[in-house]
């Protein structure tokens, strides 16, 4: 399984970016997606999952300003992050999961200056 992300950045608070995962290896539609989190000194935390079946949830902290979606036919999916806070600074791995298999990115950076 490989899973390389992109479109991190930096971006002053109250910007958008959209990161994108792009997997291969695997039979991308049978997989459970999902983009983390981790800042200096905290833990990884879920920022959002979209199941196989297209079921979506989302970290509390970014509801109303984050969406994911996927792509099948691309083998791909992607974070929307619109209103950006400083407190969305942290770097941004991607995840795949099926029974038995748990799969992460190399991740990417994203700061939200004030």
């Known amino acids: 399984v490989q899973l390389v992300e992109s479109g991190g950045g930096l971006v002053q608070a109250g910007g958008s970016l959209r990161l994108s995962c792009a997997a291969s290896?695997?039979?991308?539609?049978?997989?459970?997606m999902g983009w983390y989190r981790q800042a200096p000194g905290n833990q990884r935390e879920l920022v959002a999952r979209i199941t196989r079946g297209g079921q979506i949830n989302y970290a509390d902290s970014v509801k109303g300003r984050f969406t994911i979606s996927r792509d099948n036919a691309k083998n791909t999916v992607y974070l929307q992050m619109n209103s950006l806070k400083p407190e969305d600074t942290a770097v941004y791995f991607c995840n795949s999961k099926i029974v038995g298999r748990d799969s992460w990115g190399q991740g990417t950076q994203v700061t939200v200056s004030p």
């Open positions: 290896g695997i039979t991308f539609s049978v997989y459970d």
